[in-house]
């Protein structure tokens, strides 16, 4: 079946250093990969996203790599700041033709210290 | 400035009665979905809406009615709700680009905790 898997539920970085939270997921149909920012009390934030065709994508203090080798994706944040705490979602859209369903991992928090 | 709003943000109701979490986006978006939070379970999809009057359930739709008769509001409805209802439940919206096609970028609401006791 569907399933999007990170691999840490929680990891913990100092401040100004680079993060860098992993993804598994098994749909190779998927035609995207998005990631997701979720703070507490609040509704996912979408971070950034990248193409099944593609296998890097940067945005501003984000990068996402995408491995389909390996069914892998990961996020990596640049210069880590305390307001990058939260939970991180990789989700994937699982058909072609997008129906909008995106399905979600279970999330890593991100904890970083000061 | 560009949201999705539902209401309540807290709910705590009593099983079997009727209640509805109400969503609007001021961003014209022409797909729009419901989302439930579950502990080790992750976002699922409840129902979506592709447009006015098109509506389509998602992975887990037993228990629950959505209805789209404008494209800025899209109301989530339990009839009958019973405990394992209890959970944080999110409103997305989506532009479409293209032909069908929805955008990646969803907008979230701030979500409504609903507790059924």
């Known amino acids: 079946g569907e399933s999007v898997g990170l691999h840490l539920p929680t990891l913990s970085v100092q401040e100004g250093d680079n993060s860098i939270i992993n993804c598994a997921y098994s749909n190779s149909a998927s035609d995207y990969f998005i990631w997701y920012k979720q703070e507490s009390g609040k509704g996912p934030q979408f971070i950034i996203d990248i193409r099944s065709n593609m296998d890097k994508r940067q945005g501003q203090r984000v990068t996402v790599l995408l491995n389909k080798t390996v069914k892998h994706l990961s996020l990596q944040i640049a210069a880590t700041q305390p307001g990058d705490s939260a939970v991180y979602f990789c989700a994937e859209n699982p058909f072609s033709g997008n129906t909008g369903k995106l399905i979600f991992g279970q999330g890593t928090t991100l904890q970083v210290k000061p | 400035e560009a949201q999705v709003t539902q209401n309540p943000r807290y709910l705590i109701t009593v099983t079997g009665k009727k209640l509805t979490v109400t969503c609007s986006q001021n961003m014209n978006h022409e797909y729009m979905s419901w989302y439930r939070q579950d502990p080790g379970l992750g976002l699922r999809q409840i129902y979506y809406?592709?447009?006015?009057?098109?509506?389509d359930k998602g992975d887990v739709p037993e228990g629950y009615k959505v209805s789209r008769k404008e494209k800025r509001n899209f109301p989530l409805i339990l009839e009958s709700p019973s405990p394992n209802q209890t959970s944080l439940y999110f409103c997305a919206s989506s532009r479409l680009v293209g032909q069908g096609v929805v955008n990646t970028e969803a907008f979230f609401g701030q979500g409504t905790r609903l507790t059924v006791v």
């Open positions: 809406s592709m447009n006015v009057e098109v509506t």
